[in-house]
Structures are given as structure tokens and as C-alpha cells.
């Protein structure tokens, strides 16, 4: 009788975190977020370590730099807000979360053409490289967002055949 309990209490479990996955609907317009992007600016209350806008304005720069469009595409300029960056104990380690707020302006007008928000989260066992994590991540998904090139780790065959 336990075990029958016991394997009925395993399935209603198995249905509630099978129930929680779910598939996004297909986009239908995939070039929404498909821009020229010229530059980016990360800005940020003046509590917000330096270090971490500076490491998310470098890795987006990186991007931004090895990415060519095909045809011709709107420019747009980005401006990443910090909205908020919070850090707190985890288990073994640190939590930290930044929401953030990407505004694509028009080159030509100045006007803000499309925008993304989302809040980015990392847990770390190191304490100092936490906010390196937390650029990463959030480059990553700006990155993603504006379907920017990722430029890859120099090798050996990149350094003689560029």
C-alpha cells in the first residue's frame, strides 16, 4: 500500500515539473530585432560598480564589432540601463540579479525604436568573480536579443589566416 503512495506521489510530482515547461510560439516575424547596431552605452545608478559596466560596454563593443549585416538595416544606437543590481548570500556561495532595460534609438532621428527588458541572474561559489559572471550574462542576452556576433577566442589558425 506505501509503495502504490509512494510512486502515485512520484507521478502527480513528475506531472507538476513536466506541467511547468512550456514552447513559445514560433515567431512569425523574425527580423523584429534585427538592426545596424553603431555603438552601445551602459548606464547606471552611481552605486553600480564600474567594473561591471565597463565589462558589459567592452564584450557588447566586441560584438558589435564583428557583426555585418547582409542588407541594409535600420541603425540604431543602444543604451543599456542598470535598472537595479542586487547581490545576496546563496547556499555556498552568491546570488546576484541586475534588471535591465536595452532602448535601440535611430541613428538618424534619435527616436526609440524598439526596447527589451529582462533581469539577469547568476549564482556564483566565488565571490570575486560574481560581477563577471553577471556582465557575462548580461551581455550574453543583449547580445542574443540583437542577434549580435559573438566574436570567438583567438587560435591559432585565426591568428595566421584572418
Known amino acids: 500500500m506505501t509503495t502504490t503512495l509512494k ?3 512520484i507521478l502527480v510530482l513528475a506531472c507538476f515539473v513536466l506541467m511547468s ?3 513559445e510560439p514560433e515567431a512569425t516575424n523574425s527580423d ?3 538592426y545596424d547596431v553603431r555603438g552601445a552605452f551602459v548606464a547606471a ?3 553600480v560598480a564600474p567594473a561591471l559596466m565597463q565589462s558589459i560596454h567592452a564584450q557588447v563593443q566586441n560584438a558589435i564589432k564583428t557583426t555585418a ?3 541594409i538595416r535600420p541603425r540604431v544606437v543602444l543604451t543599456i540601463r542598470l535598472a537595479s543590481v542586487t547581490r545576496a548570500p546563496f547556499m555556498f556561495g552568491e546570488r546576484a540579479s541586475a534588471k535591465v532595460i536595452v532602448r535601440a534609438a ?3 532621428t534619435g527616436e526609440v525604436i524598439a526596447e527589451a527588458k529582462f533581469t539577469a541572474t547568476v549564482v556564483s561559489f ?3 568573480a560574481i560581477e563577471q559572471e553577471l556582465a ?3 551581455a550574453e542576452r543583449v547580445i542574443r536579443e540583437f542577434r549580435l556576433n559573438r566574436p570567438g577566442p583567438t587560435t591559432l589558425a585565426t591568428a595566421l589566416f584572418p
Do not use: H, M, T
Request: charged share 35%; hydrophobic share 35%.
Open 7 to 9: 510512486r502515485l506521489g
Open 21 to 23: 515547461f512550456r514552447l
Open 32 to 34: 523584429r530585432l534585427l
Open 45 to 47: 545608478r552611481p552605486d
Open 69 to 71: 549585416r547582409g542588407e
Open 106 to 108: 535611430a541613428v538618424s
Open 126 to 128: 566565488d565571490n570575486q
Open 136 to 138: 557575462y550574462g548580461v
